[in-house]
């Protein structure tokens, strides 16, 4: 009986393209708008994306960066589907160790220079040590006639004299590689521990799809707090000018701590308020409906119930009209009449 067996193919996830960008060496600042407590800053960045999906990271952006201010606008053939913010750690010891420093980009040259001439040294030495075997052999009785040994040690002397040649060379070729070596992982080691700024941790992470491979230009668009700028006059006085007596200076005070390089950016000062973190005010609930008026009261008379006991208590005041003047009290006039109506039957 024969049997068939149906293979599943499993699915695998498209490869993902990380491009990894800092914003002090891979970005230009396109310009920045400095408000009265707050500054907003523009990046731009290019680089390639593949076709597919891309993830691209950014760090070193500051600190002080405000969350909700983070904007992000590409040009290019590409869809951006997910932004986020997160802060870096510092790097861990195990990245400064001797090991890992050698085989860095950086230093890795000089490791495979190294490598090389440890090798090279260790294929001399075993040169030597098999020449020196061969003779060895040849020390047994009757192996080789008298002639033609002291000729075969001359050309034994001649070999093992340019094997320590080479192999003097190697040694003092290898020790100055090693030196560079040495001090090229601590220049790393101090590179690494300079660069690290704990004003600088901000990372933001961008998930681009694009429909073909090709560059892009990206722009980061976001506030930054403890920056600000304040106006300063300087008033001259020209007591010999008669026209122009007293000029009036306009300045601005610009501070910035951000930990941000602003080196040759143009600044925009800025007069207005922003307001880029603003959240919605508490409202209280308002409720309305349709206005219904109290319940009225009647009375009836002729000893006839009313809507309420209520009614049959409630007096009836008329006002009497003004008196003549026909010598009464004019207090009279002011006096009103109440008529308290019957009781109401149960």
Not at 248 to 256: P, W
Not at 279 to 292: D, E, F, K, Q
Request: proline residues 7%; charged residues 20%; negative net charge.
């Amino acid at each position: 009986m024969a049997t068939s067996t149906s293979a599943k193919s499993v699915a695998t996830l498209p490869q993902q393209n990380v491009v990894e960008l800092t914003s002090s060496v891979d970005s230009k600042i396109a310009g920045v708008s400095v408000y009265s407590h707050r500054a907003e800053v523009t990046r731009t960045f290019n680089f390639a994306l593949i076709s597919g999906q891309n993830q691209v990271e950014i760090s070193g952006l500051s600190i002080f960066l405000i969350q909700d201010s983070l904007r992000v606008e590409g040009k290019g053939i590409g869809t951006i589907q997910n932004v986020t913010i997160s802060h870096m750690s510092p790097p861990p010891q195990s990245k400064l160790k001797s090991k890992h420093l050698e085989k860095s980009e950086e230093a890795k040259p000089l490791w495979l220079k190294k490598l090389e001439l440890e090798q090279a040294i260790e294929r001399n030495d075993q040169s030597t040590n098999t020449l020196k075997k061969y003779m060895d052999s040849l020390a047994s009785p009757g192996a080789i006639s008298f002639s033609k040994l002291v000729e075969t040690t001359n050309e034994y002397d001649i070999a093992v004299t340019e094997l320590q040649k080479k192999g003097n060379a190697l040694a003092e070729e290898l020790e100055a590689v090693a030196k560079a070596l040495s001090e090229k992982k601590r220049a790393l080691k101090e590179a690494a521990k300079t660069n690290w700024d704990e004003n600088l941790t901000v990372k933001v992470s961008i998930h681009i799809l694009a429909e073909v491979e090709g560059e892009i230009e990206l722009s980061l668009i976001y506030a930054v707090s403890n920056t600000s700028w304040s106006p300063r006059y300087d008033i001259r006085v020209d007591t010999h000018s008669k026209d122009k007596a007293v000029s009036l200076v306009y300045k601005a005070n610009v501070t910035q701590m951000s930990g941000e390089d602003w080196t040759d950016v143009s600044l925009t000062l800025e007069t207005a308020t922003p307001s880029f973190d603003k959240t919605l005010p508490t409202l209280n609930p308002w409720t309305i409906g349709v206005y219904r008026p109290p319940p009225t009261t009647h009375w009836y008379g002729g000893g006839q119930t009313g809507t309420t006991p209520y009614a049959a208590s409630i007096p009836i005041i008329i006002q009497q009209p003004p008196i003549s003047q026909t010598g009464i009290t004019p207090c009279a006039a002011s006096t009103p009449i109440i008529m308290q109506p019957p009781p109401i039957v149960p």
